[in-house]
């Protein structure tokens, strides 16, 4: 059971927007930054998203990120097929002293 | 360009020991402080431990406190996981990766891991 709560899965035709939560509490999304990170099979994450909104260089302006309160979510804006991928959230929890990741998303292409 | 290298996986038996290295290049690596995050077969992300750039602040995840040490020498850009009494399920592809200043200890770099196994 992880500290972070994902939606196990999500699933959109190209060119559809797909939205994923995370969800914490006050320890952890509520007092700090969030990072998202994208794995695609087989490879290590990449970070997609950073400090709750950031997009780093070379990633594409179709993902953005939001915080509120104790949640987290990341928009995939016209979905492609390169972006079938597994999406994880993060944050560091004050009360635990340590990281905590989402369960991760599973994001399919139809 | 930011290249973080692991070596030192492999099989090992339960109660066994190991000691992960990672190799940083591209950036100034004392100036940074550094994650080590594991991924069991099939699973998700776990986060193993965090230790500042100066080694003066140190963390672990409970599964790990008491058996493995994350350790740098900054001389030689590298960093270390030293793991003690080896499980089933400390069996994982284990990853180093960067931290981004001022991120709350948030990763930014990740390395391409080792595979640890731990079987008899």
């Known amino acids: 059971q992880s500290v972070l709560t994902q939606t196990p899965s999500a699933s959109g035709t190209p060119g559809q927007r797909v939205t994923i939560s995370c969800s914490g509490s006050s320890s952890n999304i509520g007092s700090t930054y969030v990072n998202w990170y994208q794995q695609l099979p087989r490879t290590a994450p990449k970070l997609l998203i950073s400090r709750n909104d950031q997009r780093p260089s070379g990633v594409p302006d179709r993902f953005s990120g939001s915080k509120s309160g104790t949640s987290a979510s990341l928009t995939i804006s016209g979905l492609r097929s390169e972006d079938e991928a597994d999406y994880y959230c993060a944050a560091w929890d004050d009360s635990l002293s340590g990281r905590v990741f989402g369960g991760g998303t599973r994001v399919t292409v139809l | ?120």
């Open chain 2, 1 to 120: 360009e930011v290249q973080l290298v692991e070596s030192g996986g492999g099989l090992v038996k339960p109660g066994g020991s190991l000691r992960l290295s990672c190799t940083a290049s591209g950036f100034t690596f004392s100036t940074y402080s550094m994650n080590w995050v594991r991924q069991a077969p099939g699973k998700g992300l776990e986060w193993v431990s965090s230790l500042s750039s100066s080694s003066n602040y140190i963390y672990y995840a409970d599964s790990v406190k008491g058996r493995f040490t994350m350790s740098r020498d900054n001389a030689k850009n590298s960093l270390y996981l030293q793991m003690n009494s080896l499980r089933g399920e400390d069996t994982a592809v284990y990853y180093c990766a960067r931290v981004a200043p001022g991120s709350g200890w948030n990763e930014d770099y990740w390395g391409q891991g080792t595979l640890v196994t731990v079987s008899s």
